[in-house]
């Protein structure tokens, strides 16, 4: 089962992103993933909130890996004044559902607040599994997205799998 998840901080709260936040919250989601109670295609942390899209593994269910996730990220979390919501919001992709619209929205979340310009890399995205996605190989040189991506709807041709008008 394939599951994409938003953990927000309380009243969201922005300090997330600030150190040793992010980088406990990247590390802790590596480690699910050691653990192979989850395999992530793609992560992104934001000041106020965490996008996840994983692969759930056998052993634990989606709660109990969520409130893994947000027990162990607990100290870091209130060294930056910030606590997470007791909630989460998850989606469930169904078999037919293509996980590469739900990538690139994790990948264009902070550019799409305008946390950064289109010509820098997000510190905080993860991607594991690159192969799993198309929209990677249409990335720069550094991994940056086309500037038109940003401020629009998601490109069709990636939301329905068909590349079209020599994108590749």
Known sequence: MVFFVTCCTEGRREGLTASPGANTV???????DGERDTSTYAFTVMPDHVHWLFALGARLSLGRVIARLKAKSRIAMAAAGIEWQRD????RLRIEEAIEPYGLYVFLNPYRASLIQTDEVWPNWRCPRPEEFRFIS?????????????????PNDLVTGEWGQGRL
């Open 88 to 91: 989460f919001f998850e989606h």
């Open 138 to 154: 249409v990335l720069g040189p550094e991994g940056t997205p086309p500037p038109e991506w940003v401020g629009e709807p998601i």
């Open 26 to 32: 990247c590390d802790l989601v590596a480690a699910s």
